[in-house]
């Protein structure tokens, strides 16, 4: 009887490691959360540098049954270009897989919102068959007689990838080329590498300050496991906590949690339930990640608050008034109180006194305040300092509602634009940099273009009010840069906003 059972455990095992030829690129189901996983495309898509540690134990309760272990680690280096590392171990029955791969990937700015990837991985694989570690009664049998085998050898992976900030549609082709690596069971029987194809796609339905929905698909064909569909839904909620479902054909039903902290840290964990094949012999498979994200800042116009020196400092005029009745008037302006503003000083003519203007809150915006700061001006005489200041201030900085570019709660937009408008018109020397921001609500990816759309949409208005489009350029800087801390509402509401830079020819 112990015979019996002995071989029964023993061809159970062989079984399962001759299945997992389907899961040779390793079966994961947190794909949605690192797309690097199935496709070296992805590798350095957003500009940041982030490692996932994914443990993935399948049918738990079942003797040998798979054990997947990934590390993974990609980055944007410099531009367009992306790279990675990939680390992989699988132990599955009597077969061990580890291997290690470097991938390069090329990111194609197509326009300002898509981008279409491609990817290429290679290193090395090591396998083994352990069969020296099966305990049977019948030493003799002709599937033991090759003994315990170990095998390197070389695989490569592309991949291509069209993103933008709410779709995702990729191809990746796992174990492309595979050379040097053949383990034979017995005279009949080998175990290669085979040759895979991955299709996935993704879309966010809805996003908006609370809820961002995803539904997605994966198509997986290779030989030993046909067609395989992954059918998925995701959402997250304020961009902290996900909860999602998959349904994959021949499988089950998988469900997904997830939790982000400030879009750096991951703590994600799947649930498979087993399908009917095994039913009543498996508790169901485990998937967890662990991940860390670090993402720079975009290059571009410096931050207002410290504007450039100009190349030729300039000292505040102060000259000596010929009436002492208006140096008097002066110092009066000068000693009065004042809140929330910001002195803009403008040399006219020499005869003329530069008279401090004042700044009110985005509440308090009024037609007396713009016309002051239209004044005619020489080019040649401009403080392009002083005038970036002014227009670093609240009161002309443009602030959007949340998710939009269109919907300005800060109700001075047209203002602004007449303003930035009528000096770029009386001052040929100068051009505009048009810079958008947002908050910290929703991911970083979102945000770049949310921010990207609003400076484009403010360059629009410049160049109907008669602007010359050479004369105006825009910078998308999302949440980076913010203008006030993003710890309350009031400010958040701040952050999503666009500021104008004056520059010189």
């Not at 540690?53 to 410099?78: A, C, F, K």
């Not at 995803?214 to 059918?231: C, E, M, R, W």
């Not at 007396?368 to 392009?384: D, G």
């Not at 000096?423 to 945000?447: A, Q």
Request: glycine letters at 8%.
């Amino acid at each position: 009887m112990n015979t019996i059972i002995q071989k029964i455990v023993f061809l159970f095992s062989l079984l399962v490691s001759f299945l997992a030829n389907g899961q040779q690129t390793s079966l994961n189901t947190l794909y949605n959360q690192n797309g690097y996983l199935i496709n070296p495309a992805a590798a350095g898509l957003n500009n940041c540098f982030s490692a996932y540690l994914n443990h993935r134990n399948q049918w738990v309760g079942i003797n040998e049954s798979p054990v997947n272990n990934t590390l993974t680690v990609d980055g944007r280096l410099m531009g367009p270009h992306g790279v990675g590392v990939d680390m992989r171990m699988q132990e599955i029955g009597l077969l061990q897989n580890f291997n290690f791969k470097l991938t390069y990937a090329y990111h194609l700015k197509l326009t300002e919102n898509s981008n279409l990837s491609f990817g290429l991985s290679a290193g090395m694989v090591q396998q083994s068959f352990g069969f020296s570690d099966v305990i049977v009664a019948n030493t003799a049998d002709n599937t033991l007689l090759g003994g315990n085998q170990s095998d390197i050898g070389f695989l490569s992976d592309a991949g291509l990838l069209f993103s933008t900030a709410r779709l995702k549609v990729g191809l990746s082709v796992p174990q492309l080329i595979t050379s040097g690596l053949v383990t034979e069971v017995d005279a009949v029987n080998a175990y290669n590498l085979v040759q895979h194809m991955v299709v996935f796609g993704a879309y966010d339905i809805m996003k908006n300050e609370l809820w961002t929905v995803t539904p997605s698909v994966l198509y997986k064909n290779a030989d030993f496991i046909g067609h395989q569909i992954d059918l998925g839904l995701r959402g997250t909620w304020k961009n902290t906590i996900g909860v999602g479902a998959m349904y994959r054909t021949a499988y089950g039903v998988i469900g997904l949690v997830d939790l982000n902290l400030k879009d750096q840290f991951k703590l994600a964990y799947g649930y498979g339930f087993s399908g009917s094949n095994l039913t009543g012999l498996s508790n169901g498979s485990h998937e967890i990640m662990l991940g860390i994200k670090l993402c720079r800042k975009p290059d571009g116009v410096p931050a207002l608050d410290k504007p450039e020196e100009p190349e030729k400092p300039q000292e505040k005029i102060q000259e000596e008034p010929e009436n002492p009745e208006e140096e008097e008037s002066e110092e009066d302006v000068q000693e009065e109180p004042v809140n929330k503003s910001e002195e803009v000083i403008v040399e006219v003519e020499k005869d003329t006194i530069v008279e401090p203007v004042t700044e009110p809150v985005v509440e308090e915006v009024a037609e007396a305040v713009v016309e002051e700061i239209v004044v005619p001006v020489e080019a040649e005489e401009l403080n392009i300092d002083s005038l970036n200041m002014a227009f670093a201030a609240e009161g002309r900085l443009i602030m959007y509602n949340l998710n939009s570019a269109d919907d300005v709660h800060s109700n001075n937009r047209e203002l602004v634009v007449e303003m930035v408008a009528q000096i770029l018109k009386e001052n040929p020397d100068l051009n505009v940099v048009v810079i958008g921001y947002t908050c910290d609500i929703g991911t970083s990816e979102y945000n770049q273009g949310v921010s990207r759309q609003r400076a484009e949409n403010i360059k629009t208005e410049l160049i109907n009010s008669g602007v010359e489009a050479k004369k105006i350029k825009t910078q998308a800087k999302g949440e980076n840069q913010p203008f006030a801390p993003n710890n309350t509402e009031t400010n958040q509401r701040k952050n999503r906003r666009v500021q104008i830079v004056f520059k010189s020819n």
